[in-house]
């Protein structure tokens, strides 16, 4: 089983934390590190980005930053089955609110509340590793725009990249935000590597208020039967990116 929003909970089984003490370090580390959360409606396009702000050992809840969008809190709220998706330490989390979320109050605030998860994911296999992209010269994604949006071509900066996948950013919300969206003969531009030719899917939308207020959209998106030439050349633009990250790290860049 697949969920919409690209969480493939049960396809990674073998990366599953059952421990409820492991649970409860990873959760209040999550909490503690100001790691941001990715909150998302089973099936529904509806993200919101929250944070752990408590962990309860004794009655087993977990405590979560809300919206500040009152309608979306309560959609969220109404949600049978909430998924959640991290990061700690480079390493990639998943989670589910298999009963959902309900509203609470925490430190006189407005909260969420949800059992602790019966279990986690935790992958730490390097093709999800995401790296960041440059921003002063940006990787771009060319990508041929369906008859529907237009048509013709269009181009977005990349985020980060991975084995997996790339994360753009669409500033003028030129895809929408459908997720399992699916554009075809994308081409991404890799400096000192060359071109990469790919499907992209839409697997997770995500919309962004900047510092100086003016809106943008990342959009997550998987490789869809991306070559093993291609696949290779990925890996190669990332261990570009990491050694040129650790020799700044070393005061060599």
Known sequence: MQESNGL???NWHDYRVHS????????RNIGEKNQLVTMQIR????????????????????????????????????????????????????FVAEQGVQTASHGGNPAFKMALPDSMIRLQRREYYRMPTPVSNPVRAVVP??????GGSNIFPLADISCG?????DNKLLLGN?????????????????????????RNSLDLTLLNSKSNRR???????ISR????????????LERERNARLAGLG
């Open 219 to 225: 959009l997550g998106c998987e490789f869809i039967d």
């Open 229 to 240: 030439g291609n696949l290779a050349n990925i890996q190669r633009y990332i261990t570009k």
């Open 8 to 10: 493939e909970l049960d």
């Open 43 to 94: 099936g529904q396009a509806d993200t919101c980005v929250t944070s752990v702000l408590a962990v309860d050992a004794d009655s087993g809840t977990v405590y979560l930053d809300c919206s500040i969008n009152n309608e979306q809190n309560r959609r969220i709220a109404a949600a049978e089955r909430i998924a959640f998706e991290t990061s700690l330490d480079k390493i990639r989390i998943l």
């Open 20 to 27: 409820r003490k492991e649970i409860l370090t990873l959760l």
């Open 145 to 150: 725009m369906p008859f529907e949006l237009g």
């Open 178 to 202: 459908t997720i399992g969206n699916t554009y075809e003969g994308c081409k991404i531009e890799l400096p000192e590597i060359g071109t990469v030719t790919t499907t992209l899917r839409i």
């Open 165 to 169: 996948g790339i994360a753009i950013l």
